[in-house]
């Protein structure tokens, strides 16, 4: 059990650090992540309000929102939902949504990339030669032990008996 604390423990410091070193490209990442589930969550985020293939649902938020409508207009934010529950036109903007998020993905990505080629000194003498490969060379290895460490959870995870 102690392993299993030091490796969450390892897990979330290394996520800590992620956070303060790369808060932008994090949350643009994480932006961009929502909206490229969008084909996923967005017929299930309808369902869950009561938007169904058949109509709204009775007695859910969206059967409420109809009612207080009255008559529904073409084109509203409400039969756009509906229509798009439905399988209609309006569904393929989940489609467009997740590309969109996709995109933000690999911006997010390459901007954490370039931060990172800014961030790496250029080596003009030995000494800052020496001192930059001595640096990556820590990296690696940390990083090696922490997988290894969270190769060993995940395996002792995977033989326990869920029966």
Request: hydrophobic content about 40%; overall charge negative; glycine content about 10%.
């Amino acid at each position: 059990m102690e392993d299993l604390r030091k490796s969450a423990s390892t897990v979330v410091s290394f996520g800590q650090n992620i956070v303060r070193e790369y808060p932008t490209s994090l949350a643009v990442g994480s932006t961009g992540l929502a909206l490229a589930t969008a084909p996923i969550t967005g017929p299930v985020v309808l369902g869950a309000v009561g938007f169904s293939a058949t109509g709204p649902v009775a007695a859910s938020l969206a059967a409420a929102w109809q009612s207080s409508l009255g008559a529904v207009q073409a084109g509203s934010l409400f039969a756009s939902l509906q229509g798009a529950a439905m399988g209609g036109a309006a569904s393929g903007a989940f489609t467009t949504i997740s590309n969109i998020g996709i995109a933000i993905v690999g911006s997010a990505a390459m901007g954490t990339r370039l931060i990172d080629k800014k961030r790496v000194p250029e080596e003009h003498d030995n000494e800052s030669s020496n001192t930059t490969a001595k640096n990556h060379e820590e990296s690696p290895r940390q990083i090696s032990d922490m997988d290894e460490s969270l190769n060993t959870e995940f395996s002792r995870l995977l033989q326990i008996d869920m029966t």
